[in-house]
């Protein structure tokens, strides 16, 4: 069984920075595109940033310029630094794959990690 596990989230001051690691593990084959999404309090679930396998990636225009993802493809883990927050980035964050595992091609997600943005 494929699981995925966030980690890094936490309270940080305005300006502050964080991050945020997903990892990976059970029957795999192949990783696909790996990401990031967020949800905050009574919003839709929304794509923060996304890599895929080649490292090619791609971001919402409210985090580009104070966000980075990137992944270890040998340790099947997806990272997100993230600068500059702002209150408007509090949110649960799921780290996301799609991936090739003895089911076939899924998408799966992790639980999220709470990312809170204050002073």
């Known amino acids: 069984q494929v699981q995925l596990v966030e980690s890094g989230g936490g309270l940080v001051q305005p300006g502050g920075s964080l991050r945020l690691s997903c990892a990976a593990s059970?029957?795999?084959?192949?990783?696909?595109?790996m990401g990031w999404y967020r949800q905050a309090p009574g919003k839709q679930r929304d794509l923060v940033a996304g890599?895929?396998?080649?490292?090619?990636?791609n971001y919402a225009d409210s985090v580009k310029g104070r966000f980075t993802i990137s992944r270890d493809n040998a340790k099947n883990t997806v990272y997100l630094q993230m600068n500059g927050l702002k209150p408007d980035d509090t949110a649960v964050y799921y780290c996301?794959?799609?991936?090739?595992?003895?089911?076939?091609?899924?998408?799966?997600w992790g639980k999220g990690t709470l990312v809170t943005v204050s002073s």
């Open positions: 996301y794959a799609d991936l090739m595992g003895v089911e076939g091609l899924m998408d799966y």
């Open positions: 059970g029957s795999i084959f192949s990783i696909y595109a």
């Open positions: 890599i895929t396998s080649g490292g090619s990636t």
